[in-house]
């Protein structure tokens, strides 16, 4: 038998790999955890501005008011509450501001408009902090402006506060948000 060449570990060869492996996988996993919240928040933006861009070109294109209001059930306008929930984008003709589709028709029961989009917003964990002016609605005219309705949209994380942001102003044409226009995240 002394013929034959000996393989595998010995054991302390064995547990110095062990180590090596529990040394890497403890500062690799926060690091990995910021960086799927990271694109959770990246992802979450580019869901807003999606909706927004679309409540914003139908509104230009079809003369008529919309309005992108914040939404618990996908079916009415929170009156409480956070972006993070949800929202829908709605047509506004009588200006009401708000909607409710208890009929599940896609149409808004007073007022007539059409339920032209609705999201259930980001993943579990991210939250959407806005400033007053925007907290329940953000209304685009027929021209596609949004005026008494600019602001600001946060998207903050668990882990790291504010990631993403969005800017809207009175011209309708938003914007990210640089680092110092983020608002404060609970």
Known sequence: MSGYPRSGFTLVEAMIVLALIAITVFFAVPGFGR????????????????????????????????????SRTQRACASSGRWNRGWIIFEDPQGLNNCQDSDGDSRCDSGGGRILHRSTGPEDGLVIVTNNNIRNRVRFNA????????????????????????????????RPARPGELLSCP
């Open 143 to 174: 021209q596609g402006m949004t005026p008494g309705y600019t602001g600001r949209f946060t998207i903050c994380g668990r882990r790291r506060g504010p990631l993403r942001g969005i800017v809207v102003p009175q011209t309708g044409r938003f």
């Open 35 to 70: 960086l799927i919240e990271s694109h959770a928040a990246y992802a979450a933006n580019h869901q807003l501005i999606t909706s927004l861009n679309l409540a914003r070109h139908h509104a230009l294109e079809n003369n008529i008011p919309v309005v992108s209001c914040r």
